[in-house]
T-cell receptor, first 114, second 112 residues
Framework: DTGVSQDPRHKITKRGQNVTFRCDPI?????LYWYRQTLGQGPEFLTY????????KSRLLSDRFSAERPKGSFSTLEIQRTEQGDSAMYLC????????????FGQGTRLTVV | KQEVTQIPAALSVPEGENLVLNCSFT??????LQWFRQDPGKGLTSLLL???SQREQTSGRLNASLDKSSGRSTLYIAASQPGDSATYLC???????????WGAGTKLIIKP
């Protein structure tokens, strides 16, 4: 399978705990994006990387959220001190550079904060 | 600020019918527009990408059109099948950085 993969698929955590998600993009894609989606809504942009550089962060991304892409390949998204409002589907996508290219999404990580 | 709207929020049709899903956007200065399919609790599958210079794209039973001047895109599904049941989302790409602006989706149910 050469698509975008995310791990884990599901995560249940207690409020206040830290969680980390991983995304492995399509190997030749140099751009990687994180989105968050709540039930019944379209995804919301969180942040994106070009190679290892984090080029933009949404104002939705509070100080409790941090994302890395240390070697320009896989990326991690960490949420510290989780809150119930963080419960959502976290989606990762990758693409080549250039606005005319297509973004491919992973299956997402479903986070439930109890 | 770009806003993307999809109406209706839900649609139920008998199997075999042709149908049209609508997507409207407020800012016509889009780079491209992409249609996605999402099955319950799953990620997004890209269906069609239309560049701003194009009028339509076709893939199998799917045809997507783009009219920038009116701020509209449509996804036409021919000869619908129960397996087409899913939520369909459209997303406008406003710049080369690919920060997509999304509609909330249309939940489609095809009744056998």
């Amino acid at each position: 399978d050469t698509g975008v993969s995310q791990d884990p698929r599901h995560k249940i955590t207690k409020r206040g705990q830290n969680v980390t998600f991983r995304c492995d993009p399509i190997s030749e894609h140099n751009r990687l994006y994180w989105y968050r989606q709540t039930l019944g809504q379209g995804p919301e942009f969180l942040t994106y990387f070009q190679n290892e550089a984090q080029l933009e962060k949404s104002r939705l991304l509070s100080d409790r959220f941090s994302a890395e892409r240390p070697k320009g390949s896989f990326s991690t998204l960490e949420i510290q001190r989780t809150e119930q409002g963080d419960s959502a589907m976290y989606l990762c996508a990758s693409s080549l550079v250039g606005g005319d290219t297509e973004a491919f999404f992973g299956q997402g990580t479903r986070l439930t904060v109890v | 600020k770009q806003e993307v709207t999809q109406i209706p929020a839900a649609l139920s049709v008998p199997e075999g019918e042709n149908l049209v899903l609508n997507c409207s956007f407020t800012d016509s200065a889009i780079y491209n527009l992409q249609w996605f399919r999402q099955d319950p609790g799953k990620g997004l599958t890209s269906l069609l990408l239309i560049q701003s210079s194009q009028r339509e794209q076709t893939s199998g039973r799917l045809n997507a059109s783009l009219d920038k001047s009116s701020g509209r895109s449509t996804l036409y599904i021919a000869a619908s099948q129960p397996g087409d049941s899913a939520t369909y989302l459209c997303a406008a790409n406003m710049d080369s950085n690919y920060q997509l602006i999304w509609g909330a989706g249309t939940k489609l149910i095809i009744k056998p």
